[in-house]
């Protein structure tokens, strides 16, 4: 399909090639924003079935139930990407699909699919990578009290310890979660993601058996004889104070405490941040021995996701009167120098294993018209982002890949179906994709690469 994108296809080419050859560069989904068929071959409720459920949760008032239909049209799907010349596809595996109750029997069904998945996409040569916690828990769990409850942390352990004795051998990399900060703090203390609750406390107890569960889980995969390599994907970005004033300043700090140096210092450091710790006085975590030994394992990879920076504004200056900047349909600033300061930072201060960018995009107000989405917004966003992603590659940051989120327009959360942040446009109605302008560039920008 050849249509009229704007001219950025010489720059695609001249941006690819400052890139080593070997860099992989992919799609990104997840399980529940995309599969649909929650009730279908014995799959179990997850907290985010649940939580849709619940009158004004979702700002649309749908839910996951049907989402894309990738569950019936994945094959499709893999011919989609395969026509993009993406070789890399990063998606996550729903455990109440191939664990019903979250612990006990596991589902036959439920694991031939993701079987089918990785085998078609290793057909197409699509290398394969996985994610085993993209925020859909087992209902079931949740009625015991889910993250908050430690035995959690050995039902994670053993639903990876099976994951991989069944698919570890196909896969070119095993995250095990997926943004742990958000699965904390909005789902267990702003309450406006499964699921639901509003205490802080609670939240930072859940962060800490997260983050065990993370280490605990790569010791058990790695038991079982898996050699896939194994990190864990973190959503971060660069806090700047809103002014220059003293209290602006510390809460950047702060929030950089609580937002990134709470997930890197515990993985790569073994230890929490102290003046974080302090901060959080009652509502720091308990630690049992041996938990900050088993969160910080060797790490193949660490996973980034990167989207804007943050602000961080205190008394006068949150209304302050900024200069209005370029923002996305989320609200987000479209800020691309944030992910090379980011990259710099962390090589900066942490002996890190080699960076993936496990999500990069962006939402905007599609429209099809006359069958093509034109979406210049989304195309510049991309460029410049991969444009500083190679600013960080070159003041030495060893960065590996890179994954644009989404392959397609997909349920968002509680913003339900209003947010599209795919490359590929999805009509809800007829299921019909529609390949993005934004598609066509990064196909063009790949066969520079
Ligand atoms: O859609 C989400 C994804 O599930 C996790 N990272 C951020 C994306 C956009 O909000």
Not at 126 to 137: E, G, K, M, S, V
Not at 162 to 188: F, K, Q
Request: hydrophobic fraction near 40%.
């Amino acid at each position: 399909m050849e249509l009229n994108v704007p001219d950025t296809h010489g720059d695609a080419r001249g941006l690819a090639k400052r890139f080593p050859a070997d860099f992989v560069w992919g799609v990104a989904t997840s399980a529940y924003q995309i599969e649909g068929a929650t009730r279908e071959d014995g799959r179990g409720d997850s907290i985010w079935d649940e939580f849709c459920r619940r009158p004004g949760a979702i700002r649309d008032a749908s839910s996951g139930d049907v989402a894309c239909d990738h569950y019936h049209l994945y094959e499709s799907d893999l011919d989609l990407i395969a026509s993009l010349g993406v070789r890399a596809y990063r998606f996550s595996i729903s455990w109440p699909r191939v664990q019903p109750l979250g612990e006990g029997a596991f589902s036959e069904s439920g694991f031939e699919f993701y079987s089918r998945l990785v085998d078609g996409l290793l057909r197409r040569g699509i290398a394969p990578h996985a994610t085993l916690y993209h925020w859909d828990l087992p209902q079931a769990l949740q009625s015991q009290g889910g993250w908050m409850n430690r035995a959690t942390i050995d039902r994670f352990t053993a639903y990876a310890t099976e994951v991989v004795r069944r698919l570890g051998g196909r896969l070119a990399s095993i995250a095990t979660h997926n943004e742990p900060w958000v699965v904390a703090i909005l789902g267990h203390e702003a309450g406006i993601f499964a699921p639901g609750g509003k205490d802080r406390r609670i939240a930072m107890q859940v962060s800490h058996h997260l983050l065990v569960s993370h280490g605990r889980a790569v010791q058990a995969m790695r038991a079982a004889g898996c050699r896939a390599p194994m990190g864990i994907v973190l959503n971060q970005s660069p806090i700047h104070p809103a002014t220059d004033s003293e209290t602006d300043h510390a809460k950047a700090r702060l929030d950089d405490g609580l937002i990134i140096r709470w997930y890197m210092d515990p993985l790569l450091t073994g230890s929490y941040p102290a003046d974080v710790i302090e901060h959080l006085g009652a509502d720091a975590p308990q630690i049992q021995d041996g938990d900050m030994d088993a969160v910080r394992q060797p790490l193949d990879f660490l996973g980034i996701n990167y989207y804007t920076r943050s602000v961080a504004a205190t008394g006068e200056s949150k209304d302050g009167c900024e200069p209005r900047r370029e923002v996305t349909d989320m609200g987000w600033e479209v800020f691309p120098a944030g992910l090379s300061e980011l990259l710099r930072r962390l090589h900066a201060d942490y002996d890190l294993p080699p960076v993936y960018i496990m999500e990069n995009g962006a939402a905007y107000k599609d429209a099809l018209i006359d069958g093509r989405v034109a979406d210049p917004d989304r195309i510049r966003y991309l460029s410049s982002h991969i444009a500083a992603l190679a600013d960080a590659l070159d003041t030495g940051v060893d960065v590996r890949g890179y994954f644009v989120w989404s392959l397609l327009d997909n349920f968002e959360w509680a913003d339900g179906y209003s947010k599209r942040f795919g490359i590929v446009h999805v009509d809800y109605a007829t299921q019909r994709r529609t390949v993005k302008d934004s598609a066509l560039w990064y196909r063009d920008f790949l066969i520079g690469s």
